[in-house]
Nanobody, 115 residues
Framework: QVQLVESGGGLVQAGGSLMLSCVAS????????MGWYRQAPGKQREMVAR???????TYTVSVKGRFTISRDNAKNTVYLQMNSLKPEDTAVYYC?????????WGQGTQVTVSS
């Protein structure tokens, strides 16, 4: 069935960088709209970045200029390059795939930014 597997999270100091990866299986990846969401303790899950099947990208204001979402259709993988990380970026990051009316979620990967 559908599976989204995230990797690349970890501990990093403020100002550092991380790249998250999400490998998808069981879906028509080329036709899917992909995204990254995050959830910090005690807070609601929020959209971080989206990339449509066409390649069009969308970012939440707080990460514009620092994060870049991309996809490699040949590898069924979506990436989130995170630069200039801030403590407020600390959260569990989730990969999503939108296909028709269905939405699929990965298991999440922890990103912790220390100051």
């Amino acid at each position: 069935q559908v599976q989204l597997v995230e990797s690349g999270g970890g501990l990093v100091q403020a100002g550092g960088s991380l790249m998250l990866s999400c490998v998808a299986s069981g879906i028509d990846f080329n036709s899917s709209n992909m995204g990254w969401y995050r959830q910090a303790p005690g807070k609601q899950r929020e959209m971080v970045a989206r990339i449509r099947s066409s390649g069009t990208t969308t970012y939440t204001v707080s990460v514009k200029g620092r994060f870049t979402i991309s996809r490699d259709n040949a590898k069924n993988t979506v990436y989130l390059q995170m630069n200039s990380l801030k403590p407020e970026d600390t959260a569990v990051y989730y990969c999503t795939a939108n296909i028709m009316y269905s939405e699929y979620w990965g298991q999440g990967t922890q990103v912790t930014v220390s100051s």
